[in-house]
């Protein structure tokens, strides 16, 4: 075991570098012990450990090979005591171990765990598809990673707006930086026109690493969705009545992307359009008929129907009617006076005698009685 490894001696700093997997007893009873027990570096960072060999069961220090096994950095032994560091760790894969010889030459060792991460370089988020999405159709967002290690620790999150999509973990296992594109499938609604979809990359390296965890937030990505043209107003109308010199106004109104053009038909040439509404100013018998609105778009035309009748303006007849009616009561009262005031003449003097005489007995009356 021991003349497999090179020791490259550096006035009191020794290079162990070993070429082999060598046996390592990691269950024997009195195993080194490794401070701290699990290292989580950024790549080009620097790091360090320290590993106290044995506590009970060790030879004398001269007859014992006690050391740290990882092919960067430098080590320094002082009895028991082995502390490595490095000041910059470029090193994706290591498998690093303390180790002392027994008196059998074997060894008994603890390994470090070692995780060596790199933040994403950059996340960015698209669909598998360029120009507008149709609705109730299904697409793939794709959040691609770049340059990402380790994928294993990496969590993927999409969102729609504030609202959380769903995540996902990177499943393979190279402990290197790679590029990976994760995908999440949607459904499209008329309601995601204009939603902002993007996701964001997180490395969750556990309470040893980086609090809190390094994040990247990919570009918004906005979503055009084609739909409609959906009508806001009743697609089959009920019919309109609509007295005869009044203003006639109809409304077609839809919604849609893109948005939808209107045009009219009419049963006589008057009125005029003007997008959604329809209006004629005075209405006439001939303006009488079917009115259709047609709402079209590139994905769909629509008609709606507008049953129009015209009535009699009846204001007009109650006008008429009460002139009449009033030019007639004030010939029935003016005849009626007429006579009343000819076969009366005497009685009116009697009467306006009586007052006269009532009005000088009241006033004879005392009023504090
Ligand atoms: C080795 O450790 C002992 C006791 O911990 C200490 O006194 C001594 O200075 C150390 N030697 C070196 C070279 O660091
Ligand atoms: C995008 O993904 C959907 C769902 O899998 C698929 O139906 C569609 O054909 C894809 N579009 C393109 C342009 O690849
Ligand atoms: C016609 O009706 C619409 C909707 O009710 C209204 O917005 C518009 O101002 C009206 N036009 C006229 C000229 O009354």
Not at 137 to 164: D, W
Not at 176 to 188: A, P, R
Not at 219 to 237: C, E
Not at 252 to 281: D, F, M, R
Request: net charge neutral; with cysteine; hydrophobic share 35%.
């Amino acid at each position: 075991m021991f003349s497999s490894c090179i020791f490259l001696v550096t006035s009191f700093l020794i290079i162990l570098q070993c070429f082999h997997a060598s046996s390592c007893d990691t269950n024997c009873p009195d195993k080194p012990v490794l401070t701290p027990s699990r290292l989580v570096v950024k790549y080009g960072d620097p790091a360090s450990a320290t590993c106290v060999a044995c506590q009970k069961d060790c030879l004398p220090v001269e007859e014992s090979v006690i050391a740290i096994e990882i092919p960067v950095g430098y080590s320094s032994t002082n009895g028991t005591t082995v502390k490595w560091k490095v000041d910059h760790l470029r090193l994706w894969d290591s498998e690093p171990k303390c180790f002392y010889t027994d008196k059998n030459d074997k060894q008994c060792c603890s390994r470090l765990s070692v995780t060596v991460y790199q933040p994403p370089e950059s996340v960015s988020i698209s669909l598998n598809q360029s120009g507008p999405l149709t609705e109730h159709t299904e697409y793939i967002l794709q959040c691609s990673v770049q340059e990402v290690a380790p994928i294993q620790k990496l969590v993927v999150t999409f969102y729609k707006g504030n609202t959380q999509l769903g995540s996902m973990h990177g499943d393979s296992t190279p402990k290197k930086t790679v590029n990976k594109i994760f995908t999440w499938s949607f459904h499209t609604s008329k309601e995601d026109n204009g939603a902002q979809f993007w996701c964001d990359a997180k490395l969750e390296l556990g309470p040893e690493g980086p609090q809190p965890p390094p994040v990247l937030k990919s570009n918004y990505l906005t979503a055009t969705v084609h739909y409609g043209p959906l009508l806001k107003v009743s697609a089959d109308p009920d019919p309109i009545t609509i007295t005869r010199g009044n203003t006639l106004n109809l409304t077609c109104l839809a919604e849609g992307n893109p948005e939808p053009s209107y045009s009219w038909t009419l049963p006589s040439n008057k009125g005029y359009h003007s997008g959604t509404s329809l209006i004629v100013q005075s209405v006439d018998y001939q303006d009488e008929g079917e009115y259709v609105c047609t709402v079209s778009s590139k994905l769909k035309t629509i008609h709606v129907k507008f049953n129009v009748q015209v009535q009699k303006n009846i204001w007009l007849y109650i006008i008429i009617a009460t002139v009449v009616a009033v030019a007639l009561l004030l010939t029935i009262l003016a005849i009626f006076y007429f006579f009343y005031y000819k076969h009366n003449k005497m009685g009116k003097y009697q009467l306006k005698d009586v007052f006269r005489l009532g009005t000088v007995r009241h006033t004879a009356i005392p009023l504090s009685a």
